[in-house]
């Protein structure tokens, strides 16, 4: 039976972004003519492939199977197209970038533009774990994240180092002092991101590691809406240093207690054949 490769690359994208939302925005297609793609490869070939679990989708086992090959044959296409740049001595084609923080990618990807004007770019954005996911998944390229965990898959560039902060309401009782302990935070609610965020795993353990725990935390799905939170009043946010946002109702307070700085690292796979755009990349940070 003839393979349908428009129906396998729906498959692949719901399957590796978690979602047909997702999934749909990175294709540049309409969620329900992804939906359609996915099915028909589902009806054609009499299988489940995929369930969805709430806003999300999780794998069968045999869509476990099918990620698997599919991720194999993307690599090789891409491998192809890098051939092929290659022979034409030509920079083009699109850059996939991932960052755990849109700031964080500005200066590398300023640089890349201006060198590479023939190649456009798509920016996720996402926590540290999603975005190191994507990588490995290969639909993202290169990624900025600050999650140091080793991968055999994966080489780690390391882009630079900055504080963790915390931040209040101007009228907050915390505002005028401009410093903050690791205590002040078991006296007033804490905002931090979700599960995932390394943000929140370097909060967690400084806290942990003074034996102290918050009686208080709202959790919050991206860094937006920290800042949203902390406006509106509900309690104390904390952010990497390069992620507060110069805003006069909210006051930066810098803690009193050692806490190890984040480190931000450039990731990307470990393929016997580099992208060339890739390699494109690792000069504008001063890698090769």
Known sequence: MPMNLTHLRAFHFVATHGSYVAAAAAAKVSQPTLSEQVRLLERVHGVHLLQRAGRSVELTPLGRKLLAVTASLFAAELEAETVLARARNVMQGELRFGTDAPI???GVLTTFRRLNPGVSIQLVSGNSADVRRRVLAGTVDVGIIADE??????????????????????????????????RDLVDHPLIIREIGSVTRRSIETA???????????????SREAVHAAVIAGLGIGVIAEDEFNDDPRLVLLDFVDPIPPITEYLVFRRDKQRSHVVDAVLGCVGGG
């Open 104 to 106: 964080n990618a500005v």
């Open 149 to 182: 965990t080793p991968h055999p898959d994966l080489i780690a560039r390391v882009l630079g180092t900055q504080d963790l902060v915390a931040f209040v309401r101007q009228d907050h009782p915390l505002a005028g002092s401009k410093v903050i302990r690791l």
């Open 207 to 221: 806290l942990s590691a003074a034996q102290l725990q918050p009686e208080e935390v709202l959790e919050t799905d």
